[in-house]
């Protein structure tokens, strides 16, 4: 059994101002997506002037998307009692489901405007978002949040405020997977020459498998629970049809020609 590390949430104090690990994650998301994004944007017809606007907008899309996601999709009773509720992101609360359709609607709107197939442009940018998830579920960690089930595994950790039973650190497996494994994939997928829709395709399966595998080992919101059967999870629910949106597109890309700069759909 290990300790579960204690690290203060806030990472920077200076009066009553403060700046939260978790804040700080983002920016690293953020950050590490415009330094890729610079490295690539050729490849598509890009300039680094445009990486710089497609992130504030996908940035903008993972904000307000995230928050209603999560208020639609976890909080609507709190959110009915309280609807100033909504814009108080500071109490918590962010969706990757809604923060991934706000995301979408971004990069489809980017898409038009700069007259790029709008499967050219998620290809470019899923490789990148792992970096973002990863950092992310770091933050949760970090936070204290997401804890996972008892366990006797030998890396179990007693969750803090929950008793001293050890329990699955599922922050750092969703860390492992949806960043680091997902990144390595991705990039290494998007390095060569491949059929417009696979990326993206294999960023909708594979995430979908990862969070699905870990929500085994998670315990649910408590005051939503599980579902159905005892185990079946609201974040399983969201991920279903993520899996069978990313098979699909995979096998859609096998008709497709390898990509190329400026075509439109």
Do not use: C
């Not at 504030?56 to 999709?73: D, H, Q, S």
Request: hydrophobic share 50%; net charge positive.
């Amino acid at each position: 059994m290990l300790d579960y590390p204690d690290i203060d949430p806030v990472a920077i104090s200076l009066g009553p101002f403060q700046v939260h690990w978790y804040g700080l994650m983002y920016v690293i998301g953020f950050a590490g997506a415009w330094w890729l994004g610079r490295r690539r944007a050729g490849r598509i017809g890009l300039t680094h002037d445009d990486v710089g606007d497609l992130l504030f907008y996908t940035a903008l899309g993972v904000v307000v998307g995230g928050r209603l996601g999560y208020a639609l999709f976890y909080g609507m009773a709190q959110w009915l009692a309280d609807p100033l509720w909504v814009f108080r992101v500071w109490d918590g609360g962010m969706s990757f489901h809604g923060g991934l359709i706000g995301v979408l609607l971004a990069v489809l709107w980017f898409a038009r405007r700069k007259r790029l197939a709008f499967f050219t442009l998620t290809d470019f940018i899923a490789p990148m978002v792992p970096i973002g998830l990863g950092a992310g579920r770091i933050g949760n960690f970090i936070n204290r949040e997401l804890p996972g089930r008892t366990t006797e595994l030998p890396w179990g950790m007693p969750f803090p405020g929950m008793g001293p039973e050890p329990r699955h650190p599922t922050s750092l497996y969703e860390a492992l997977l949806e960043g680091l494994v997902l990144f390595v994939v991705l990039w290494w997928v998007s390095a060569r020459p491949r059929r417009r829709g696979l990326v993206s395709g294999l960023f909708l399966l594979l995430y979908g498998v990862f969070r699905f595998m870990v929500e085994f080992f998670r315990l649910p919101d408590a005051h939503i629970g599980y579902l159905a059967f005892g185990w079946f999870t609201m974040g399983m629910l969201l991920t279903l049809p993520m899996i069978a949106f990313g098979v699909l597109l995979i096998l859609w890309s096998r008709r497709r020609p390898v990509d190329a700069v400026g075509v439109t759909e």
